[in-house]
């Protein structure tokens, strides 16, 4: 990361700072900003952990959020589909064992040139 990147990504932590002192209007976010400006420009050494501690916890929330966005996708739209769908399909994929023991059904079917033309 060059030293532009680090600039910039230690403004938007001091903006969203001060986004957030007009959010919640407690003075703490202004001097929360102020110090992490001030700490930015007088010592680069402590802006640059500053910004890594921040790409750090962005990238452990991206991964909590990744797994909970995931989880709650599967669970409200992908769940009840599966098990509506089991409910009223009668075994589609033919994939309930047969009286035999065995997945293997016999087709009795002669193949033509128009089978091998259009596979799939």
């Known amino acids: 990361?060059?030293?532009t990147d680090k600039a910039k990504a230690q403004l938007v932590i001091v903006t969203g700072l001060?986004?957030?002192y007009f959010v919640f209007k407690s003075p703490w976010w202004l001097y929360a900003a102020?110090?992490?400006g001030l700490l930015s420009i007088l010592v680069p050494i402590a802006g640059d952990l500053i910004?890594?501690?921040w790409f750090k916890v962005a990238e452990v929330l991206g991964n909590i959020n990744g797994k909970i966005i995931l989880s709650v996708l599967f669970f409200v739209f992908l769940f009840p589909i599966a098990l509506l769908y089991r409910i009223m399909a009668k075994n589609p994929l033919a994939i309930k064992h047969s009286s035999e023991g065995s997945f293997y059904t016999d087709r009795n079917h002669t193949y033509s040139k128009i089978d091998?033309?259009?596979p799939w």
Request: net charge neutral; hydrophobic share 65%; glycine share 6%.
């Open 34 to 36: 102020l110090g992490v």
């Open 116 to 118: 091998l033309e259009h």
């Open 51 to 53: 910004v890594r501690a």
């Open 18 to 20: 001060i986004v957030l």
């Open 1 to 3: 990361m060059n030293a």
